[in-house]
């Protein structure tokens, strides 16, 4: 057993914490040309997936939008063809992160698409925020079934259609509140009023998990690149709140689809970086939580455990 890290000090948490409202200035993605490139977003017809969503098809590459409601998607794609004629957006619908079953018939779905082609890019941004208690189809907290579980599952399931590409990329979207967090389990459970303290636990475990992920690509010897981003608070579906707070303290889904699409395009992002939208690449200290190395692999198990049925269903 390796030595965790100490937990982050309390000054470091609220220092991190209060950083992430600080952003009036944001990183910003490069054009590029992305001909021929395939990539799926989760949660790509609203808030800050609709906006990776717009980016990337300006950008000419071949977008696969996963959401739960098909007629939002629809819509979006309506509004990006009446003003990129030539864009190729392809809706897959009915796409619920919180239930295994969608997400592996969203796989089975994806795979029949590429028909045999590579997947160049899988942006994992589909995700809730500060919900009361529930769970999933399968049993599992709400927050980490739709943040964490179902993505996972996703990955997994369609790595051999990103190791196609010689060089993809996975973005994770995490957020900085995982530092408010100690662990993340896949039996957790809370009142309501700790709705908050959910979400923070399951970004913990995106990021854990693109850590996993990328030691696990990086020993099957697929060239494949894992990276976290922290794309700022957003004033999107998920932030609720007064409109002036909003304009002092949030960004816009505009402004937060740059860090994600950094991530994904960026050729001095690597598999492993962590990506904040005001800071680029940063360096995690010791302590934070996402370094304790065994309390990672452990989930990374449970996360396997949970997904094997549906893996093998495939």
């Known amino acids: 057993m390796s030595a965790e890290p100490k937990h982050l000090s309390l000054p470091q948490r609220a220092r991190r914490f209060v950083g992430a409202f600080l952003q009036w200035r944001s990183i910003q993605a490069q054009i590029r040309d992305l001909s021929g490139k395939t990539v799926l977003v989760t949660g790509g017809a609203r808030g800050i997936g609709a906006e990776v969503t717009r980016v990337l098809a300006r950008w000419n590459a071949h977008v696969l939008l996963a959401c739960r409601d098909g007629a939002q998607g629809e819509r979006l794609r309506a509004g990006i063809l009446s003003e990129n004629p030539g864009t190729r957006i392809t809706v897959l619908d009915t796409a619920d992160t919180a239930d295994l079953e969608s997400m592996a018939e969203l796989a089975r779905r994806v795979k029949a698409e590429l028909n045999g082609r590579a997947?160049?890019?899988?942006?994992?941004?589909?995700?809730?925020?500060?919900?009361r208690y529930g769970r999933s189809k399968q049993g599992y907290e709400s927050h980490v079934a739709t943040n964490v579980l179902g993505h996972h599952l996703l990955a997994l399931s369609l790595l051999e259609d990103l190791a196609r590409s010689g060089a993809a990329r996975i973005v994770y979207v995490t957020g900085d509140i995982y530092v408010l967090a100690k662990s993340c389990t896949l039996d957790f459970q809370y009142e309501d009023k700790r709705a908050n303290y959910a979400y923070a636990r399951s970004k913990l475990g995106v990021s854990w998990n693109a850590r996993s992920m990328?030691?696990?690509?990086?020993?099957q010897g697929q060239s494949i690149?894992?990276?976290?981003?922290?794309?700022?608070v957003v004033g999107s579906e998920l932030m609720k709140g007064g409109e002036i707070a909003k304009r002092?303290?949030?960004?816009?889904?505009?402004?937060?689809?740059?860090?994600?699409?950094?991530?994904?395009?960026d050729e001095a992002v690597r598999g492993g970086d962590y990506i904040h939208n005001v800071r680029g690449k940063m360096a995690l200290p010791p302590n934070d939580p996402v370094l304790q190395e065994d309390k990672r692999r452990q989930f990374w198990k449970e996360c396997n455990e949970a997904c094997a049925p549906y893996l093998q269903a495939r």
């Open 119 to 131: 997947l160049d890019g899988l942006v994992l941004n589909a995700g809730i925020a500060g919900r």
């Open 214 to 219: 990328q030691e696990h690509v990086d020993a």
């Open 225 to 232: 690149q894992c990276v976290s981003v922290h794309p700022g």
């Open 248 to 265: 002092l303290f949030l960004i816009t889904p505009q402004k937060s689809a740059q860090s994600i699409v950094y991530s994904l395009t």
